[in-house]
């Protein structure tokens, strides 16, 4: 039961008595809010809606307001309608409704939060993609996190999600890769291979690749020239480093449904010659020159007649290059087409989640998508802002075994991929973050994941307390959904069950603005409103969640404690983060 969406349809309802002819109210109510008020005096639930459509209905919001009022006071839900400032309704509800919560949470847990939204709609979710070069390191868990965690939201709302990895396989890069296995191949044949050269990967995860290679062929290839070693070793080394990968993930919960390789894209034939030729034929590219950008001019940027593509009628800043000067087609070419291959395997939604240094690409690829689809497709690009390690108050890097990197690895042996998927999901994915190893080791407030999983700990806690002294209780669950909660009066009840009333909003929400960090902003919150009404149970023994004299009211306590226990757990658990019935 989601009481804002509830009340969403009767403030709409109650539109419709007073505009009964009007066929374009639902689209007019889009556009309002019906959400709790930031002050609790203003009541339960607010909302904007006379100030957004008093306008079309030729109206003053107050006077509007006022109408709707009229309306709604005769609701059995309500106990008092208030107009604030230029015309916001203030609702506030009867206790019977919350108890209403209580009970749909309690008869079906799992339901709690969900919705439809997605009517099985298809969504691409395509995260991390990082090159194939070396281990996971810091800069890249901040994404697999994020896309991971909304992935996992999308489908709890009824999308059919597919989580995608594009693996840089056509650069130059993978030759170098080779070649940096290669030396360790020939140290695993005893020979001294001395300081790595420049320009190659000098990180030690390839010494157990060259081991490998040399257990596979022997001295076969030591003395061969690289033009036969070459193609034998770079797809067996591409393979090793996706493996390490998909490991690397794997210790942060996150796994894909589908690898793309880029080399499919290229050659005479392949997709990005494809794409050009559908753009050449919709008259989207042509040949021109480009001023130089503002500042220092981009990769791209070349001082010359060449083949762009109009990405200005499609909302980007200038239109952008296509083909290099040696020939080669520029990363948007490649960009281009694999959005289009996505588009042409039914993907008309798609989210692509990229690091900071892509946090120019959003109109580029939002115009690629455009184009490609003929408008039917549109894309969200999530940017993942820097995270800095910080330890005693001053960045540093915990290890340099893998080259000078910071690895999923060290990150999660250091503190456990829980705290690792909860901190980086505690902020916004736009805003740069500090990871403080002291703060993550905190038991208090402080530290969020502790206090989260603290929370839904205690309440486990809670109900073993009171079978071990309320014995004869039942509490079942579906006991415990026919209990009297209207035991539950004191204004602490209230807002608790307040506070927990508001998942199944918040959860539609985070799925609209593929946002998952107010998901753990909410957690926080909720374990916060639990543990304040068991520190205050300590000074007040009628806000006690076990009270052996009044087995009515702790009956009516355990059902509230067992809804939140049951939200935190569906909460951690599509942050993919674990929840704890005791903690050491």
Aim: net charge negative.
């Amino acid at each position: 039961m989601d009481i804002f969406a509830d009340f969403s349809l009767r403030i709409l309802a109650a539109l419709g008595e007073l505009y009964p002819d009007r066929e374009d109210l639902c689209e007019l109510a889009e556009r309002s809010t019906v959400e709790p008020p930031r002050d609790p005096s203003h009541g339960q639930v607010s909302s904007n809606i006379a100030m957004v459509c008093a306008k079309s209905l030729k109206t003053n919001p107050r006077q509007l307001a006022s109408s709707l009022k009229e309306i709604m006071i005769t609701d059995e839900d309500i106990s008092d309608i208030q107009i604030a400032g230029p015309g916001f309704l203030n609702f506030f509800l009867t206790s019977d409704i919350w108890y209403r919560v209580l009970g749909s949470i309690l008869e079906d847990p799992g339901k709690f939060g969900r919705n439809d939204m997605g009517r099985g709609r298809a969504v691409n979710v395509e995260f991390v993609s990082a090159n194939p070069t070396g281990p996971m390191h810091v800069g890249h868990t901040r994404g697999a996190v994020f896309g991971d965690a909304l992935a996992s939201l999308l489908e709890f709302c009824g999308f059919e999600v597919t989580r995608e990895y594009y693996i840089n396989d056509a650069g130059g890069q993978i030759d170098v890769l080779a070649r940096s296995a290669f030396l360790r191949y020939r140290e695993a044949l005893g020979q001294d291979i001395g300081e790595i050269p420049p320009g190659l990967y000098p990180g030690e995860y390839l010494i157990p690749v060259g081991a490998e290679l040399a257990r596979r062929f022997g001295s076969k290839y030591l003395k061969a020239s690289e033009s036969k070693w070459l193609p034998v070793f770079g797809p067996l080394v591409l393979e090793a480093m996706m493996e390490l990968i998909r490991q690397d993930l794997k210790l942060l919960g996150v796994s894909h449904d589908f690898f793309f390789s880029e080399k499919v894209l290229h050659g005479e034939n392949g997709k990005i010659a494809q794409t050009l030729a559908a753009l050449e034929r919709d008259g989207l590219v042509y040949r021109g020159t480009l001023p130089p950008p503002k500042g220092k001019p981009g990769e791209d940027w070349e001082d010359r007649e060449q083949t762009l593509f109009r990405a200005t009628s499609f909302g980007d800043d200038t239109d952008r290059p296509l083909v290099k000067s040696n020939g080669d087609y520029t990363y948007f070419a490649a960009d281009i087409a694999y959005h289009r291959d996505k588009f042409l395997r039914g993907f008309t939604d798609q989210i692509i989640v990229l690091g900071a240094d892509h946090s120019g690409y959003s109109k580029r690829l939002q115009a690629a998508v455009r184009a490609v689809s003929g408008g039917k497709a549109s894309i969200d690009v999530k940017i993942c802002q820097i995270v800095r390690l910080m330890r005693d108050g001053k960045p540093f890097k915990m290890s340099k075994r893998s080259g000078d990197l910071v690895t999923v690895r060290d990150l999660v042996e250091e503190v456990g991929a829980d705290v690792v998927r909860f901190m980086l999901l505690f902020r916004r994915n736009e805003a740069p973050m500090d990871f403080d190893f002291a703060l993550v080791r905190e038991q208090s407030r402080e530290n969020p994941v502790f206090y989260v999983q603290y929370a839904h700990a205690r309440a486990c806690s809670i109900a073993r307390k009171t079978g071990e002294e309320m014995p004869g209780l039942d509490t079942s669950l579906s006991a415990l959904a026919g209990a009297d909660f209207s035991q539950l009066s004191s204004v602490e009840d209230l807002e608790l069950l307040q506070t927990l009333a508001q998942w199944p909003r918040v959860v539609a929400a985070a799925v609209r603005a593929h946002e998952p960090h107010r998901v753990a902003f909410y957690l926080y919150d909720l374990a916060g409103a639990l543990h304040g009404f068991w520190a205050r149970g300590g000074q007040d023994a009628s806000l006690r969640f076990v009270n052996p004299g009044q087995p009515e009211l702790t009956k009516a306590r355990l059902a509230m404690v067992t809804a939140i226990q049951k939200v935190l757990e569906q909460g951690l658990n599509l942050l993919g983060v674990s929840a704890p019935r005791e903690l050491s």
